[in-house]
Structure formats: structure tokens, C-alpha cells
């Protein structure tokens, strides 16, 4: 994290998110979306495909400078950061994990270069927490499978081309007979049924898909079949850095606005940055973001190693989403009435904070996630 080449990028991306990202996200909040020609721009500039090796087009990055680029896009725009992040390591990843040369080849150059954008179909009307339970049928039909169902919660479902997708392909009540399958959303019987309206990260779209009698070539699964549930978990255990690093950046943003105010705005004849009140809490917004920081960078590097990363992945995304919110929610502490209205960036922040809470896995499932590797040499 601290390395010459890992400080490089987080300048430059700094540099990008400061001139070309922040300056939108009043406006991508209150429009409700991120306009395309950002989007374009953060392809350009290879954002999108930051993991994707060279070989399908990609900038072969780790996953350590993948989580300092969604941090530094999300300290600017917190939809952007996720628009990035769930392309990146809900979509592409379990493609580059599991999916056949022909596939990697057909969908990993375009997803590189931002041309396809990617989400992935997990969670349903009522399969949330327990992904397990899911409902939606692949059924054999020789070379094909022919996909029914309802997806919830899908980020990027109005952007995506490609959707990494969860199914049974045998009807069990547990995990085992799920699936995982690539399915291009230009094919017939995919629908978007709604897009949500929500507290926050208004830029990104949040959408409850439809699968309706969709033909699924069998090359487009992924792994092995009746696999799904691992790859599904494995994927997440990647997509929780990436939140974690989002939750990060938002955090930082309040942090920073917070911080200057307080040496601006005089009350009782001072700066309140001068009151001991303001700077306890300064002191600890400033150490929640260190240990988050660090949470991270040891996930990413045991990811990047290869090593079991599981619990620490869990661990970054609680610990950094539960401190963007009380980070968040302190700014706005600290601004006061100001902090209240949207004159003033925070109460963004505080909204956009909250969903890091919950997408890719509640904090009470990290807390179970941890708990299960803790006690496991008990077992
Ligand atoms: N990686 C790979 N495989 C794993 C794994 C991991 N991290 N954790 C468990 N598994 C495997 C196990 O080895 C086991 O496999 P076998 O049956 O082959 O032995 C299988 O998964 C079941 O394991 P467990 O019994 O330990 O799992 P569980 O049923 O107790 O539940 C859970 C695990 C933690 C509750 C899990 O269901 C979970 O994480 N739920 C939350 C789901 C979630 O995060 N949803 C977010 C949706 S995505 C989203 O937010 C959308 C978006 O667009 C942002």
C-alpha cells in the first residue's frame, strides 16, 4: 500500500476523481445518474478494466490498486465508485476465475475497455441474506439452459450488458444445485421490471430484473455446474474489498469537508477545529479511516497473494462501513445545521454511507463470516 507504484496511481487517480468526478456528484445525486460521458471517461482512463489481465485488454492490475482506485472515485462520487466496483469484482472477477478460455476471450476485452458494463444477479424478492434459498430455474434443455426468474437489488442493472447470474439448475432447497451462469442482457426475455428509488448512491442504478424463458448457451457456465454457491461466495468474498474501499472514500470525503470547516467556521471568538469537542471527534474520524485503510490493504494483499482472505475481507467491510457511517454522521455533527442541507456535501455523504451496511453482505453477516473463521479450528 505504501509502495512508490501504489502512491503513484493513488495520485493519479486522486487527480481524476478531484477534476472530473467530484465536481458531478451534487448533480449525480439529484439527477439520479451518472452521466455517460463520465462513464466514458472512467473507461478511458481504464478504470473498468484496472483487473482484467493484459491478455484480454485489461491493465493486469492486482487487487490492491483496484481498491485504491474505487476508493479515490468513490471519495468524489460514491456511485461512480460503485459502478466501477460492482463491474470490476462482482462481473468480471468470477469471469476471470471461472470462465473457459472462449468465454474470458468473448466477454473480458469488452468489459475491459468499458464498452460492456457488467452486474451480477444474485439476491432475490426473498433470497437476500440467505442467498441459498433462491429460486430462479436453469433447466437443462441439452445445449442450452432456459433461464426463469426475478433478480432484486441488481447494481448496474440498467447500464449492464452482461450479468453474472445465479440459478438452480436443480431444484434443491440448500445451495447445492445452484449454478452460475454468464447471460447477455440484449438476449430475449431479460427485462428490467423497476429501478429503485433510494436513500443514497442515487447515481447508481439499483434494478429487480426478470429472466423470462432465456436461452443460456451451456458454454456460458461458469465452473462446474451445481458450483454456483462457492463462486458465488468467492466472488463476494472479492466484492466486500471493493465496498469496503468504497465505504472508505465516502468516508474520507466527509472527513476532509469536515476537517477544513472546522478551521473556517468561529463560534465563541475561534475556529471550533479549536475546541477540544470537535477535535476528539476529528481525532477519531482520522483513526477509523487509518485502521479501515489498513483492514483493506491486508485483504487486498492476501487476495493477491493467493492466501485464504475471507475473514479479512469481512472485517474491512464492517469496519469500514460501520465507520463511514459514524463518520459520516459526526460530519454532519460537526457542521451543525449546515451539515443538515444540501448546501453542503455531508448529508450526501451520510446518505451514500449507509447502503455499505448492507449490498454485498449485512454487517451482521460479516460478523458471521469472521465468527465462522474464528471458531473453525474448533470444529
Ligand atoms: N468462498 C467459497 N465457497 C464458500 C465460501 C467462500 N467464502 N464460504 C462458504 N463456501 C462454500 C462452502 O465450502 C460450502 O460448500 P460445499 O457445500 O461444497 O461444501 C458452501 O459454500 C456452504 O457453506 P456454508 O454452509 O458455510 O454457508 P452458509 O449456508 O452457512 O452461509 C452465508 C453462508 C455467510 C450466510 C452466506 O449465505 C452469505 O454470505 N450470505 C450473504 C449473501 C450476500 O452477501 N448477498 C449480497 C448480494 S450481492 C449484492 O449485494 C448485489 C449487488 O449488486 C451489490
Given at each position: 500500500m505504501h509502495s512508490p507504484e501504489y502512491k503513484e496511481l493513488r495520485e493519479l487517480v486522486a487527480k481524476f476523481s478531484d477534476a472530473e468526478v467530484a465536481p458531478l456528484a451534487a448533480e449525480i445525486d439529484e439527477k439520479g445518474k451518472i452521466p455517460e460521458s463520465l462513464v466514458q471517461k472512467v473507461a478511458e482512463n481504464g478504470f473498468m478494466g484496472s483487473y482484467i489481465p493484459e491478455e484480454f485488454g485489461g491493465a493486469g492490475m492486482d487487487y490492491t490498486s483496484y481498491a485504491i482506485i474505487v476508493e479515490e472515485l468513490s471519495r468524489g462520487c460514491a456511485s461512480t465508485g460503485v459502478l466501477v466496483s460492482a463491474h470490476t469484482s462482482l462481473a468480471t472477477w468470477p469471469i476471470i476465475q471461472y470462465g473457459s478460455q472462449e468465454t474470458k476471450a468473448k466477454y473480458l476485452p469488452k468489459m475491459a475497455t468499458g464498452e460492456w458494463v457488467g452486474c451480477f444477479c444474485l439476491s432475490e424478492p426473498d433470497a437476500g441474506s440467505?442467498?441459498?434459498?433462491?429460486?430462479?430455474?436453469?433447466?437443462?434443455?441439452?445445449?442450452?439452459?432456459?433461464?426463469?426468474?426475478?433478480?432484486?437489488?441488481?447494481?448496474?442493472?440498467?447500464?449492464?450488458?452482461?450479468?453474472?447470474?445465479?440459478?438452480?439448475?436443480?431444484?434443491?432447497?440448500?445451495?447445492?444445485?445452484?449454478?452460475?451462469?454468464?447471460?447477455?442482457?440484449?438476449?430475449?426475455?431479460?427485462?428490467?421490471?423497476?429501478?429503485?428509488?433510494?436513500?443514497?448512491?442515487?447515481?447508481?442504478?439499483?434494478?429487480?430484473?426478470?429472466?423470462?424463458?432465456?436461452?443460456?448457451?451451456?458454454?456460458?457456465?461458469?465452473?462446474?455446474?451445481?458450483?454456483?454457491?462457492?463462486?458465488?461466495?468467492?466472488?463476494?468474498?472479492?466484492?466486500?474489498i471493493g465496498i469496503a474501499a468504497q465505504a472508505l472514500g465516502i468516508a474520507e470525503a466527509a472527513f476532509r469537508?469536515?476537517?477544513?470547516?472546522?478551521?473556517?467556521?468561529?463560534?465563541?471568538?475561534?475556529?471550533?477545529?479549536?475546541?477540544?469537542?470537535?477535535?476528539?471527534?476529528?481525532?477519531?474520524?482520522?483513526?477509523?479511516?487509518?485502521?479501515?485503510?489498513?483492514?483493506?490493504?491486508?485483504?487486498?494483499?492476501?487476495?493477491d497473494l493467493g492466501?485464504?482472505?475471507?475473514?479479512?475481507?469481512?472485517?474491512?467491510?464492517?469496519?469500514?462501513?460501520?465507520?463511514?457511517?459514524?463518520?459520516?454522521?459526526k460530519a454532519i455533527q460537526v457542521l451543525g445545521g449546515n451539515g443538515y442541507v444540501k448546501e453542503y456535501p455531508v448529508e450526501r455523504h451520510f446518505r451514500d454511507a449507509k447502503i455499505t451496511e448492507i449490498y454485498e453482505g449485512t454487517s451482521e453477516i460479516q460478523r458471521l463470516v469472521i465468527a465462522a473463521n474464528e471458531l473453525k479450528e474448533y470444529r
Open positions: 440467505d442467498a441459498a434459498s433462491l429460486t430462479t430455474y436453469a433447466e437443462d434443455k441439452g445445449d442450452h439452459y432456459l433461464l426463469n426468474g426475478t433478480k432484486n437489488w441488481i447494481t448496474n442493472g440498467k447500464e449492464a450488458d452482461v450479468a453474472v447470474v445465479f440459478a438452480k439448475t436443480e431444484k434443491t432447497d440448500d445451495h447445492k444445485g445452484m449454478s452460475a451462469l454468464v447471460v447477455e442482457t440484449a438476449w430475449e426475455g431479460f427485462s428490467i421490471q423497476k429501478a429503485e428509488d433510494k436513500l443514497g448512491i442515487k447515481g447508481s442504478s439499483t434494478t429487480q430484473i426478470v429472466f423470462e424463458n432465456v436461452k443460456v448457451p451451456k458454454e456460458n457456465l461458469l465452473g462446474k455446474e451445481k458450483k454456483g454457491f462457492s463462486i458465488g461466495l468467492a466472488t463476494l468474498d472479492g466484492g466486500r469537508y469536515a476537517k477544513k470547516y472546522s478551521m473556517e467556521r468561529i463560534q465563541f471568538g475561534k475556529p471550533i477545529g479549536d475546541l477540544q469537542a470537535i477535535q476528539f471527534i476529528l481525532a477519531d474520524m482520522s483513526t477509523k479511516i487509518a485502521a479501515s485503510r489498513l483492514l483493506i490493504a491486508e485483504a487486498s494483499r492476501l487476495k492466501e485464504p482472505y475471507s475473514k479479512e475481507a469481512a472485517q474491512a467491510k464492517v469496519f469500514a462501513s460501520e465507520s463511514a457511517m459514524w463518520i459520516t454522521t
